[in-house]
């Protein structure tokens, strides 16, 4: 039955996974390219946490204090180039007070892109001398070494605000508590579910899950980002439908008698049990259609595939043995 | 071992389209790559601002090309890209592009490489400013560009000496070592490793300190957040949740009510974590993936304005 699309992404959840990603793909382009043409009807719901950063700037103007902006650990990823777009719009508010910023870099590559970035904002808001080499900083590749780094920062500079937002890891937590210790406003999100507890518990404000990747959208209002995030809404529905029809769906079949189930490398008919007795028996989780739409059977003979060996694999297989 | 061998160790055998063995051409390789590069680099400089946006685009399109083919194109069931030839056609384009994946992961490293560089350059730059102004705390600068040249010195020599020096791997006992392989051993197992397990250590303090903020009673979230807790924190207390669930079961033989089982700690503690905690933390899966899915979208079809275009 499935000969004809031998793909090993295709086995695991036939191609409903791949169909669902592109209809998801669909939906924010459509959408990006209606906010194109007008984006006025298109509402993006309060995040308080990203109505307090001109709180928090404000509050260092007035302290004559420095924010501090952390893109996580992670590589220059989707993640740390969210961020970075994020503290563009951060450093845009604070350069019109003329508040200094410190943004300290975990990976190499994300200080170079977020100098780029940093010091365009500076020369579009006419303010190219204020970018010191001290704005943008790199620290550490090293975990610890970067914690020591910017927990340093934060005590030395008594920085009055910190953002907190990217991939952080066992790090977040002295990062938020030092700032905690000096009195400095937090703002934090982490795209890990691991760490956004922490940094509930010890900052003031906190993005939770999409909120970070919605952060650009909200601030900055423009077609693109709110079209995508209106897309990635409609995906949110499609996902959060399919766990309900599901759920139903589910639910309704397994009070229903089986016809044949899975043994071993085979369907099996009950009719064709081994002691050729016709038992029905109440359909198992595996044995229902919603399931077996999301896990298909595959014979076990399509999983693995024997293929010639180059001859030069095989003049090595030979000295090796 | 010299260092052409050691980097003719290290490169890969087999040939694809996408990677070629240079063989005894590997310096004439390398100078072409080095050249190359330069002249790519000049390239670059040199493009006008308005260009550049083109230019970061066509990159980020190209890189991200096979990788994008190799999630859609049939990726042929356990294969071995490198050895294995290719059963039909369909096959064949997705061995040709399920190869291409690893040259551009290789390049990205490359390029990871030269930007190490370059925070190097940023670090050795803000710290050498702070001591020539004799900026406050400039004391620490200066131990921390010490600390910086000496690891470096000492990591280079003690692996050159492994690498290339030590043919029988005698150094890897401790007898035969010499003056600069303890030295290394006490900077990075001595000093560093130590220094980054207290680092480490100081986060039990900081979850104290955290904990007690939040579980304060001020609200009605606080307090929902500290009552499980409180339950979670309970149920790992062997003895605690044992001398609960006995007297659970006692009161279900007095009464005859099987439903009091639910309260025993191990049973509540498991309703919390499966019923509130994982479809929570599952949603918040499904929002980030999502949220993922879209950024690389955008910069992938260079709709992202964020950024240098900024």
Known sequence: ?321 | MNLMQYMLAQQAIEETFWRKAPGQGLILWVVIGLALGTGLCFLLSTVPTNLRKKVIFTFTFLAGLPYVLAFLWPRPISADFTNDIPRNKGEEIGFFINQAVEPVGTLTNILGGFLLGVGIFSLVRVHSIRIKRRQENWGYSLVLLASFAIMTVVGFWDWRLRAFVDQTGALNVRDNWQPVNYAQDLLFEGIYQQMDSAMFSMIAFFILSAAYRAFRIRSVEATVMMASALILMLNLMGALTYAWGEGINNLVVQTGNPFLMNFKLNVFADWLRSTMQIPAIRAIDFGVGLGALAMGLRLWLGLEKGGVTA
């Open chain 1, 1 to 321: 039955m499935f000969n004809w699309l031998q793909g090993e992404q295709y086995l695991d959840t036939a191609p409903v996974g791949i169909f669902v990603t592109l209809l998801v793909v669909v939906f924010i382009l459509v959408n990006i390219s209606r906010a194109k043409k007008g984006s006025e009807g298109l509402f993006i719901r309060r995040i308080s946490g990203l109505n307090a950063i001109d709180d928090a700037i404000g509050r260092a103007t007035e302290m004559g204090r420095p924010v501090l902006m952390v893109p996580g650990i992670g590589a220059l990823d989707a993640i740390s180039v969210q961020a970075v777009n994020i503290f563009a719009q951060v450093t845009k508010s604070a350069a019109q007070f003329s508040t200094p910023v410190r943004l300290c870099c975990g990976n190499a590559a994300v200080y170079a892109f977020a100098q780029e970035v940093i010091r365009d904002v500076y020369s579009q808001q006419g303010m190219g001398d204020r970018f010191t080499p001290e704005t943008v900083q790199y620290i550490s590749e090293q975990q610890f070494a970067f914690a020591a780094g910017v927990s340093g920062i934060i005590h030395r500079e008594k920085v009055a605000a910190t953002f907190l937002l990217g991939a952080f890891y066992a790090e977040s937590l002295i990062f938020a508590e030092t700032s905690n210790a000096i009195g400095a406003i937090q703002v934090a999100g982490s795209t890990q579910v691991t760490q956004t507890p922490f940094f509930i518990a010890a900052c003031d404000y906190v993005l939770i899950g999409d909120e970070f990747y919605a952060a650009s959208a909200y601030l900055t209002r423009e077609p693109v980002l709110v079209g995508s995030l209106v897309g990635q809404d409609w995906a949110k529905i499609l996902v959060a439908s399919t766990v309900l029809f599901g759920t139903i769906f589910q639910s309704v079949e397994l009070t229903g008698m089986t016809t044949e189930h899975r043994a071993g490398n085979a369907m099996v008919s009950v009719a064709e049990s081994s002691n050729g007795e016709r038992t029905e028996e109440r359909k198992k989780k595996t044995d229902t259609m919603t399931n077996r739409l999301f896990n298909p059977f595959i014979p076990e003979e399509l999983t693995k595939i024997e293929r010639e060996k180059k001859e030069t694999a095989q003049a090595a297989e030979g000295e090796g043995e």
